[in-house]
């Protein structure tokens, strides 16, 4: 284990992408189990075996979810059912979790599923929260998501960046999709993070990695390629929809895939703002052949598949 992360007394538990990364923290007799974020619903059997299997015969009692995207608490109404474990969501997020507003928290959005679950805390930025054995600053990192918090611990300068920065980026940009203009605040917080000093870096996806300048350096070439080319970033975020999609379905038959493609509102939306010269039909065929001819999915016989 990396001794920093076992002073910290955490796991990190890297999933594959349909799934957000898991970090728990064990905590002793003073200090309860902390989870942060869940992965999807798809993959809650496993999360919960996951940490089961880490915490032997002690319970979860506690659940903290940097944003509330459904690769990232997914699993939160199978590990409340299962330990029956506190649920603490970003402050922005508590109302619309309490009315379970599914247009506001984006699943119809993004033709997601997520299980109701019950929020029993908030967790505002600027606020000290316990992971563990130590206590964690959380830090406003909006801009993948408006109400997005990452962790920060300043002794052991270890940082949970969730999708705020990962290795090779970022998260893509949601609300650009609705026409709310976020790109200033995907650089306001790629620049917060780079006055902290860090040692390592656990993101919401993708390996641990030491070297956050670097990475910085790649998110901002990255995000300056979208504020050039807005277009480049809907084009990313559709295809990234799509290839959620079928890492959850595994293989659909092209006819239901143009059927969830139309339906998904944010398909419609970056294809509204962005592409209505050509008719939705066309630039969905387009995606297709180019994740298709880039080997991020398979066609054949009318079913198209995750590779």
């Given at each position: ?22 970090v728990l923290f064990a905590g002793d007799d003073a200090h309860g189990s ?23 015969s002690r319970p979860l009692e506690r659940l903290i979810n940097t944003h ?203 294809h509204q703002r962005h592409f209505d010269a050509i008719a939705f039909e ?26």
């Amino acid at each position: 284990m990396n001794s920093l992360f076992d002073a910290a007394g955490l796991t990190v538990f890297e999933r594959g992408w349909l799934s957000s990364n898991n970090v728990l923290f064990a905590g002793d007799d003073a200090h309860g189990s902390t989870l942060v974020d869940s992965g999807y619903c798809t993959h809650a059997d496993q999360t919960v075996a996951l940490v089961r299997q880490a915490l032997g015969s002690r319970p979860l009692e506690r659940l903290i979810n940097t944003h509330l995207h459904s690769d990232h608490c997914g699993g939160n109404r199978a590990l409340q059912e299962t330990f029956d474990c506190s649920i603490a969501v970003p402050a922005g997020e508590a109302s619309k979790v309490d009315d379970w507003d599914e247009r506001a928290l984006t699943y119809r959005a993004t033709g997601q599923q997520c299980p109701r679950f019950i929020r029993t805390e908030s967790i505002r930025a600027g606020d000290e929260v316990w992971c563990g054995r130590r206590q964690w600053q959380a830090i406003a990192a909006p801009g993948h998501d408006p109400e997005s918090l990452v962790l920060y611990e300043p002794e052991l300068q270890l940082l949970i960046s969730a999708d705020a920065l990962w290795g090779n980026g970022f998260g893509v940009v949601f609300p650009e999709l609705e026409g709310v203009s976020a790109f200033d605040d995907v650089r306001a917080t790629l620049d917060r993070l780079s006055t902290l000093p860090v040692r390592w870096v656990i993101p919401g996806h993708g390996s641990p990695f030491e070297d956050i300048v670097e990475a910085i350096d790649r998110a901002h070439r990255r995000l300056d390629a979208f504020v050039a080319d807005p277009m480049r970033h809907a084009q990313h975020a559709a295809k990234v929809l799509i290839k959620f999609h079928l890492l959850e379905v595994k293989q659909v038959a092209l006819a239901e895939l143009m059927e969830w493609l139309s339906s998904t509102p944010y398909m419609r939306l970056a294809h509204q703002r962005h592409f209505d010269a050509i008719a939705f039909e066309a630039w969905c065929t387009d995606l297709l052949t180019s994740l298709i001819k880039s080997k991020a999915i398979y066609a054949a016989n009318g079913v198209v598949s995750n590779t």
